[in-house]
């Protein structure tokens, strides 16, 4: 065990010591990889969109257990969780006049416990709530996300009211994190169940990702078309990549921590 440590430790040290255009380069790689390991071990790809979700409402479980075990709401970002409330109530809005299935079950119990939390933040642990640090404008992502709902939505039959909700909620869900990357960027210390609920959230960000990109690889392309014309289909995969890679760095250094045996995980500047 301690030999392979000794060899993360070396390969995440010589990871650091590359440039940033090498580092990319290892992180496309390692993405592309990942990609073809899923692409052959999972059957049904649609089931990664549900396993994405899944992981997203453990990492809020996960919050949840930091709330009720230690009192207290230090590192987290209010704002964060105000962001998902609200892209998730967008989304169930839309997956009821539009199509309910399984993601609408899933996305209802993570709205849910998202709320929770944000009840408590805001009122029973108030006092622990660090809000100099949480000073992301939420309107910096409110605006621009809601700005390019109108412009560029899907071109379905759907009805038009319905079809910007549906770009707004796919545009909120990528930026949504920011103000919780903020939090952690302002102490650079980042608690272990508060790196576990973003580790999930990369987690399940990657696996959203992955789904859409094998999606069009099986379809040969054909679900770009199903998604709508224009610039809508790029949008959306460029929304999963833009999510992916906003997380991929604290993932790394959230890897290295746990294999480091470091309980409380210590940020670098620049990181997030």
């Not at 992955?210 to 610039?231: F, I, K, N, P």
């Not at 250094?253 to 670098?268: A, D, E």
Request: with cysteine; charged share 15%; glycine share 4%.
């Amino acid at each position: 065990m301690r030999a392979q440590k000794k060899t993360i430790q070396a390969v995440a040290t010589w990871v650091r010591r590359q440039p940033p255009k090498v580092k990319a380069f290892l992180a496309v790689v390692s993405g592309m990889t990942a990609l073809v390991f899923l692409r052959f071990i999972v059957n049904d790809h649609d089931n990664l969109f549900v396993a994405a979700e899944a992981v997203h409402a453990i990492g809020v479980s996960v919050l949840i257990y930091k709330l009720m075990k230690e009192k207290t709401c230090a590192g987290l970002s209010l704002k964060s969780q105000e962001l998902t409330a609200i892209f998730l109530a967008v989304r169930l809005y839309c997956s009821f006049v539009m199509e309910y299935d399984i993601h609408t079950l899933l996305d209802t119990t993570t709205l849910g416990t998202t709320l929770w939390v944000i009840y408590m933040i805001r009122f029973k642990l108030r006092s622990s709530y660090m809000e100099d640090k949480d000073n992301f404008a939420i309107y910096y992502v409110l605006v621009p996300c809601a700005v390019l709902a109108l412009a560029i939505h899907p071109s379905t039959s759907h009805n038009i009211l319905n079809r910007i909700f549906w770009a707004l909620c796919v545009y909120l869900e990528a930026v949504s994190v920011l103000p919780q990357l903020r939090v952690m960027q302002n102490t650079k210390i980042v608690e272990p169940f508060t790196a576990h609920y973003v580790f999930a959230l990369g987690v399940a960000r990657f696996l959203s990702c992955a789904h859409w990109v094998l999606q069009v690889l099986d379809t040969r392309g054909r679900l770009l078309t199903a998604l709508g014309y224009g610039l809508w289909p790029s949008m959306v995969l460029l929304s999963e990549i833009v999510q992916t890679f906003i997380l991929a760095d604290f993932c790394y250094y959230y890897v290295k921590s746990i294999f480091g045996g470091q309980l409380v995980l210590r940020l670098p500047s620049g990181v997030v």
